[in-house]
């Protein structure tokens, strides 16, 4: 179950803060993002690469629109999707391409490989079709007892996508964050991911959280940690500790949407494997029997169709 | 003297149809348990889940599908979970847990929520007489969740429920009340941090906690030991069983839905379109099928690392 992150190219960027939501904000946002941009006309304009903080809202929303209009005529929105029904925030967990390589007499390394190919054409279409944030399973905390060599390769590749795919990164408004217990990823991985979130922290057109050495249980613990110690320094009260305190503790506190609309689940595994537990309480699940390095366009579309048939009554009803 | 003697013919004659007919359903149902127990014996030759846990969805579409007044798609899936409770028992399933009514479902319109306590105040009561399920088959039975949330009655119900099965031991039934996975994770996280801070009270009393209590909490092995995940996990609602093995959601829905969320890591998510109240024998069978298919995929790869 070991996957791959590789980060690709994207379009604009947009400058403007992020704040932390709540579930019940998140489940009342309806995406205005790209509801108000495109009710919009005006005329082309480009930015060019690593605009500025001065940059005014006005200015940045006009470029942001004209770029998502260039990018709409690239990769339009297929007619069998409903825009105002698309999710926020979509999860990955990239299963199979150890399987891949096997069926094709290849090392597993290939199978990575490909997988860092269907990684990098979902992200960018994400990008496109106005999805905020994308979170992949990258690197299970319980991957580690996989064989060294596999692993070795995986954390070198990490690192070498991470360099080459910076330059893009920051000019092009992908903001990157990895969640996960970091300390047990070589030194030299960890100081780039800190570097490459320093430099992307102010992007907010699309988020690319990467979870890596990550452990839904241990996200929950280290959570948990934190509000011991608040709760021993005086800082909170017991009583105080709700749904909302460990919310903001989570790793995914990193996010405007930590909670996923829809998961994927590919290779054909009916499980979650110690993802994202806490925020995958209502999330609509997705499995597909293709292997990562297969899951492609098509299949993203199924997924998306699938996700705006369903009806997410959050426990209530719905008439 | 005639017609009472015709009577007592024409009522001996009718009880005699009746204990025919009943004689007929005994045999046939028999034969259909004794089917059914073949078919265990041969799923027994892999391995048979230990712990399944099901939510419970789509009573009210069933409802509306047959027509039938609100409420009664309830009562039919009680029905429903009586057989399947008696299935997984019949099959070796010691531990099964169930997703009665969630936090979120008070939501709902009051009428609904009430006629649903309703219901399971009735069946609760109903669960500890004598010929019940839980005393046929030894079950312990738990309430679990936010039980003060629940009106005094049902509460009560369920507390006299648990009494009285408390020394069932060959299987358990898990009803998950008033529950909500995120919410039970908070309620863990409270009771963990409270019996730290008492521990570490206990140790400042008696002078060797070395003042931890004054100290602020910014060194990283402070954090590190001061809760754990066992901490957490001994606290959860659900620790009474293990891990589920296999996760069943009828109605077609593929989400959780706020259950089990900490406890089905690496649990089978099994989905079935058929509604709660139309489930059977055959989704079972099936979902074991697939479930065992799954565990040899999966003992081979460990094997393999």
Known sequence: MICLLTLPPVPLELKSPLSFRTRAQQQQHSHPFSQTLRSHTVPHKTLTGGGTATTTVTNVALSEHNDLNAAEEDEPLPAELNEELMPNHVAVIMDGNGRWAKQRGLPTSAGHQAGSRSLRELVEICCKWGIRVLTVFAFSYDNWIRPKVEVDFLMNLFEREIKSQMQKFVSEGIRISVIGDSSKLPQSLQKLISDAEEKTKDNSRFQLIVAASYSGKYDIVQACKSLACKVKDGVIQLEDISESLVEQELETNCTEYPYPDLLIRTSGELRVSNFLLWQLAYTEFFFVKELWPDFGKAEFVEALISFQQRQRRYGARLS | ?305
């Open chain 2, 1 to 305: 003297m005639k017609v009472f003697l015709g009577d007592l013919v024409l009522i001996q004659g009718s009880i005699m149809k009746k204990d025919g007919r009943s004689r007929i359903n005994c045999i046939f149902e028999n034969f259909v348990t004794f089917l059914r127990k073949c078919t265990f014996r041969v799923l027994s030759v892999g391995p048979i889940p230990e712990h399944i846990a099901y939510i419970m969805d789509g009573n009210r579409r069933y409802a509306k599908k047959q027509n039938l007044i609100e409420g009664t798609g309830h009562r039919v899936g009680f029905l429903a979970l009586m057989s399947m409770l008696k299935y997984c028992y019949e099959m070796g399933v010691r531990y099964v847990t169930i997703y009665a009514f969630s936090i979120d479902n008070f939501k709902r319109r009051p009428e609904e929520v009430q006629s649903l306590m309703d219901l399971m105040q009735e069946k609760i009561e109903g669960l500890m007489e004598e010929e019940s399920i839980v005393n046929r088959y030894g079950v312990r039975v738990h309430f679990l969740g936010n039980l003060k949330l629940l009106s005094e009655p049902v509460r009560l119900a369920a507390e006299r429920a648990m009494v009285a099965t408390a020394n069932n031991s060959k299987a358990v039934l898990s009803i998950c009340v008033a529950y909500n996975s995120t919410n039970e994770i908070v309620h863990a996280v409270e009771k963990a941090c409270e019996e730290k801070w008492e521990e570490i009270s206990l140790l400042n009393a008696s002078g060797s906690g070395y003042g931890l209590i004054g100290l602020e909490c910014i060194e990283k092995d402070e954090g590190e030991n001061l809760i754990k995940l066992i901490d957490i996990e001994k606290h959860m609602y659900v620790s009474v069983a293990p891990d589920p093995d296999i996760l069943i959601r009828t109605s077609g829905e593929t989400r959780l839905s706020n259950f089990l969320l900490w406890q089905s890591a690496y649990c089978y998510l099994y989905s079935t379109p058929v509604l709660w109240p139309e489930i059977g024998f055959r989704h079972l069978l099936w979902a074991i099928l697939n479930f065992q298919r799954n565990h040899f995929y999966l003992e081979k790869k460990r094997k393999q690392l």
